[in-house]
């Protein structure tokens, strides 16, 4: 069983649009988080969300929305897609506050943007 | 804000020890984490350390020195397998991670 899944594993689209990523745990965790890992894999997180909380990396552009159906579930949202935000986003969660620092990441999707 | 700097790349011959060394700069800190990620995967945890002193785990070694804000991750009898990206992250005062620019380490046979 795969711990956290992300669809789609590859996304390619053009300027302009609007797109969704899904992330889904089945760990049971309580904290979830997107990152984004640009072309030279410097990973930098977007945002974390647990039933308590967001926290907003202050760098994200309002363009970038998360959305949290339910406790498994971290969706991003993006619109207006720049070329700017081609890179590979990971989806992440963790166990209870005290534990954020051993975090479980899907296996990415890599967003192209044209 | 945080900061961290670690060596972009590493090489060794398979079978020798390899540190990485990670220092930061915080504003906040609660402990200091390490993660392993190989070309098209995903970042999996290494290890983590909150208090001063080395952490082992099977070849894999881990040290913190808080005074110093510095730390490093040991990697002792290299395998081919051990060829990956090492980051060294902070998790500071939003409980969040902030992670390093990643060392690129290369294990030759």
């Known amino acids: 069983d795969t711990a956290v899944s992300q669809t789609p594993k590859y996304l390619v689209t053009q300027m302009g649009n609007d797109k969704s990523i899904k992330c889904e745990q089945n760990l049971g965790h309580d904290t979830m988080y997107w990152y984004k890992q640009d072309s030279k894999k410097f990973l930098k997180i977007m945002f974390s969300y647990n039933n308590k909380e967001l926290i907003i990396n202050e760098t994200v552009p309002n363009r970038f929305s998360p959305k949290s159906p339910d406790k498994a579930h971290l969706n991003l949202h993006i619109n207006s897609l720049e070329l700017g935000d081609s890179a590979v986003y990971f989806c992440?969660?963790?166990?209870?506050?005290?534990?954020?620092?051993?975090?479980?990441f899907g296996p990415g999707t890599r967003l192209t943007v044209t | 804000g945080q900061s961290l700097e670690q060596p972009s790349e590493v090489t060794a011959v398979e079978g020798a020890i390899v540190q990485i060394n990670c220092t930061y700069q915080t504003s906040g800190f609660y402990g200091l984490s390490w993660y392993q990620q190989h070309d098209g995967g995903a970042p999996t945890f290494l290890s983590y350390n909150a208090l001063d002193g080395l952490e082992e785990t099977g070849r894999f070694s881990s040290f913190l020195s808080r005074s110093d804000s510095y730390g490093y991750l040991l990697l002792q009898e290299l395998q081919m397998k051990d060829s990956a990206s090492y980051f060294c992250a902070v998790e500071g005062s939003a409980r969040q991670l902030t992670f390093g620019s990643g060392t690129q380490l290369t294990v030759l046979p």
């Open positions: 992440a969660s963790s166990p209870r506050d005290s534990r954020t620092y051993e975090q479980y």
